[in-house]
């Protein structure tokens, strides 16, 4: 098999919004365990599954740190692409990624909005919690089928954050939340997408819906619910340049995101996703 590489690097600008650091590694961290079980489900769905010997060539569009691009790479027989905007999180995730002798993996620095993007040439074509952060979501599905082979599957997962609920109630989990959906900085971003997803789909005449779901994870491990406290930390001081919060106030919604945290009687939802199976046609 073909050794790892990153490729088609110039000329291409660095857009995701969130900074690469410690804490958002540990945030995707924890985005990949909280999601994995209905990921895996609906790619096994699209026909992966390390039970699955037939060489298949997949792509995961917006791969960031290349959690799944890993796991893809660990179920599939054949050729795994993962391709990303942003250069910093493809150089984590090619040293993170190895080929091995079942599997060849490839990583390349690609605009989904852009027109060179590969044709017809994958079985499965992945893609979750991309299109909420783009201008023109359209664009990016036309895209995904476009690189799709014909009967080939794509799955989606988009975002539903409207809802959010905590048991016992602590006003200031919502406050976090509210600030993360205020700030507007150098980035459009529809938090809702899922919403509005299958009707987007429903545009293109050569996709074909075979499988959705809304899932809706609750948190209730120290672990998983330390992602309230990485939004603040993440993007806190940008909440207090922004006027959006005082640095006093964010000290003190830092210090009750640990209790949540760290209270083995409390219970939170992060958000929701709708997932889809969709085969071009």
Same mark, same amino acid.
């Given at each position: 098999m073909p050794a790892m590489t990153v490729s088609n690097v110039a000329g291409k600008e660095n857009k995701y919004f969130i900074p690469s650091s410690v804490e958002e590694s540990e945030r995707l961290s924890i985005l990949h365990e909280v999601f994995i079980e209905p990921t895996t489900r609906f790619l096994n769905l699209a026909g992966i599954s390390s039970s699955n010997l037939a060489p298949i060539s997949v792509v995961d569009v917006g791969c960031g740190t290349g959690q799944m691009t890993k796991w893809l790479s660990d179920n599939v027989h054949g050729y795994v692409l993962g391709i990303d905007n942003d250069m910093q999180q493809l150089c984590k995730a090619s040293a993170n990624?190895?080929?091995?002798?079942?599997?060849?993996?490839?990583?390349?620095?690609?605009?989904?909005?852009?027109?060179?993007?590969?044709?017809?040439?994958?079985?499965?074509?992945?893609?979750?919690?991309?299109?909420? @952060?783009?201008? *023109? #979501?359209?664009?990016?599905?036309?895209? %995904?089928?476009?690189?799709? +082979?014909?009967?080939?599957?794509?799955?989606?997962?988009?975002?539903?954050?409207?809802?959010?609920?905590?048991?016992?109630?602590?006003?200031?989990?919502?406050?976090?939340?509210?600030?993360?959906?205020?700030?507007?900085?150098? @980035?459009?971003? *529809? #938090?809702?997408?899922?919403?509005?997803? %299958?009707?987007?789909?429903? +545009?293109?005449?050569?996709?074909?819906?075979?499988?959705?779901?809304?899932?809706?994870?609750?948190?209730?491990?120290?672990k998983t619910k330390r992602h309230h406290l990485l939004v603040l930390e993440i993007f806190g001081s940008e909440f207090v340049k922004k006027g959006l919060i005082s640095s006093s106030r964010l000290i003190d919604l830092r210090a009750k995101s640990m209790d949540i945290a760290k209270n083995n009687m409390c219970y939170t939802d992060l958000f929701g996703v709708v997932f889809v199976c969709i085969q071009k046609i």
């Open positions: 990624v190895k080929s091995t002798d079942l599997c060849a993996v490839k990583f390349d620095c690609l605009n989904i909005l852009s027109d060179d993007q590969p044709n017809q040439q994958f079985d499965v074509v992945y893609c979750r919690f991309l299109l909420h @952060h783009l201008s *023109d #979501p359209l664009k990016a599905i036309e895209n %995904l089928l476009r690189m799709t +082979k014909t009967n080939g599957k794509i799955i989606i997962g988009e975002p539903v954050m409207h809802g959010r609920w905590i048991y016992p109630d602590y006003d200031e989990y919502h406050e976090i939340y509210n600030l993360h959906l205020k700030n507007q900085s150098n @980035h459009i971003w *529809d #938090p809702n997408y899922g919403m509005r997803l %299958l009707s987007d789909i429903a +545009k293109f005449s050569n996709a074909v819906v075979r499988a959705h779901e809304h899932f809706r994870p609750i948190l209730y491990t120290e």
